[in-house]
């Protein structure tokens, strides 16, 4: 059975960091792609970033582009977001999901068979 758990969420003033982590069990963690994506109130789940099996090839969507940066380590089983210069509309639920086998990197929920119950992340003015 899969299960995939995100943690490091919190409250933070705008300007301020965070990073969240993300760990895949089940299978071995080195041929899962993931993504992270994230769920303000009222509005879509929407795409944050993704990495591929390998961690050599990335996305980051144009909103936290600069900002946000995905990676892996494959050894340790864990995948981090690492979030810099976080505005108040970065405030949503953090949802990581990986995708088996990882065939590459995608942007649509769609794609990904498993999901973590979800992290908040709270960025205030």
């Known amino acids: 059975q899969v299960h995939v758990v995100e943690s490091g969420g919190g409250s933070v003033q705008t300007g301020g960091s965070l990073r969240l982590s993300c760990t895949a069990s089940g299978r071995a963690f080195s041929t899962y792609a993931l993504g992270w994506f994230r769920q303000a109130p009222g509005r879509e789940r929407e795409f944050v970033a993704a990495i591929s099996r390998s961690g050599g090839s990335t996305l980051v969507a144009d909103s936290v582009k600069g900002r946000f940066t995905i990676s892996s380590d494959n050894a340790r089983n864990i995948a981090y977001l690492q979030m810099n210069s976080l505005i108040p509309e970065d405030t949503a639920v953090y949802y990581c999901?990986?995708?088996?086998?990882?065939?590459?990197?995608?942007?649509?929920?769609?794609?990904?068979?498993?999901w973590g119950q979800g992290t908040q992340v709270t960025v205030s003015s």
């Open positions: 999901a990986a995708d088996w086998p990882g065939d590459g990197t995608s942007t649509r929920p769609e794609e990904y068979d498993y």
